[in-house]
């Protein structure tokens, strides 16, 4: 009966801020969230929770009104680790959590936390509560009602089948090597270095790969969503091929011989016209080529990986993403069960 918590002090800070009107998720209001997480978790039988440690101090600041007659009744102690106060912290987190037994890891930030969580969570479950800039896989979600969820997972109240989503990833290959995965989508930009990390420049996009996308989405899987919708449960997922506007390059469907334009909300207050030049659904195990080298491939968001002129990188759809916390059926289904019925 034990959870995680894994708090990105960095999320919803970004580039998105200046160049859209995202607002900023402060830290202390993150602060007030892991609060609510807390007694959520408690409320539901949960004993003892882990916390990752960060350069903001999220574990001692939160604890500090958990005082007295208020003091919590599950234990909550600091994860020993080595940490170094960037995104693989999270990732060698979630791994030594999952070796001390938790049974849920609680993650607040945005999709790149989630990935880097994912690589280090194996089959333990993420509850991914929102903090960052145009998230797919984390959720908007009240504290509370988080941490409720999650610790019915956690103490495996709730049963697997009604309380997690196995979602999907992509796995993502330059010269026949595994490099990196993502949640959401690769995103292939027309460029040769890094440079800052968040997308923000729609113009420079010549592919997106994606395991989903619906019309209600934000960033780039709302052009998904505009185009082909595609939910989390889906075993299918998308390649599209994005024209380059600059260069005046036609931009028509192979098989409908139409031309394409998808208005799509591409972050906070951004809505524009993105040229689809082809698309295609992709099934779980299918590979597609990356189609425009040399390039940058940003991953849920976030520039990582360069890939030279004589590289070939490849994008694969796999169903063996990380689980995750489905909120809404893991409570109805605590409801059902009586579990919130004092007797």
């Known amino acids: 009966m034990i959870a995680g918590i894994i708090a990105n002090p960095a999320s919803g800070k970004d580039i998105r801020r200046l160049v859209a009107h995202a607002t900023v998720f402060d830290n202390q209001e993150k602060v007030n969230l ?3 997480i807390l007694l959520g978790l408690q409320a539901a039988g949960v004993q003892r929770v882990w916390f990752m440690p960060d350069y903001f101090g999220f574990y001692e600041r939160a604890l500090e009104v958990f005082r007295g007659e208020n003091q919590l009744t599950m234990e909550t102690k600091l994860l020993p680790m080595h940490w170094k106060g960037n995104q693989e912290d999270s990732r060698l987190a979630a791994a030594q959590m999952v070796e001390m037994g938790v049974g849920c890891l609680v993650t607040l930030g945005g999709d790149g936390t989630n990935r880097v969580v994912a690589k280090g969570a194996g089959e333990v479950p993420i509850m991914p509560v929102s903090t960052g800039t145009n998230n797919v896989f984390s959720v908007m979600v009240e504290g509370t009602i988080a941490g409720l969820a999650a610790g019915l997972v956690a103490t495996g109240a709730v049963e697997e089948e009604f309380s997690l989503i196995r979602t999907k990833k992509l796995i993502i290959y330059i010269n026949g090597q595994a490099v990196d995965i993502a949640l959401i989508d ?7 270095f890094v440079g800052s990390r968040a997308i923000w420049d729609i113009g420079k996009i010549r592919q997106i790969v994606a395991t989903c996308g619906e019309s209600f989405h934000i960033g780039i899987a709302a052009i998904v969503g505009a185009l082909h919708p595609i939910n989390k449960r889906e075993a299918k997922g998308i390649n599209l091929i994005i024209a380059d506007s600059e260069s005046g390059e036609q931009t028509l469907d192979s098989t409908q011989g139409s031309s394409i334009q998808v208005k799509a909300a591409v972050g ?13 659904l992709m099934s779980p195990g299918q590979k597609v080529v990356v189609n425009h080298v040399p390039c940058v491939i940003a991953v849920d968001g976030e520039r990582e990986i360069l890939v030279g002129p004589e590289d070939r ?3 694969e759809l796999v169903q063996t993403g990380p689980f995750v916390v489905d909120v809404q059926s893991t409570l109805n289904r605590a ?5 919130f019925i004092n007797r």
């Open 335 to 339: 409801a059902q069960k009586g579990l």
């Open 268 to 280: 906070p207050g951004l809505i524009r016209s993105v040229p689809v030049r082809s698309y295609e």
């Open 186 to 192: 690769a995103v292939v930009l027309a460029e040769q």
């Open 34 to 36: 892991i609060r609510r």
């Open 313 to 315: 990188a490849e994008v």
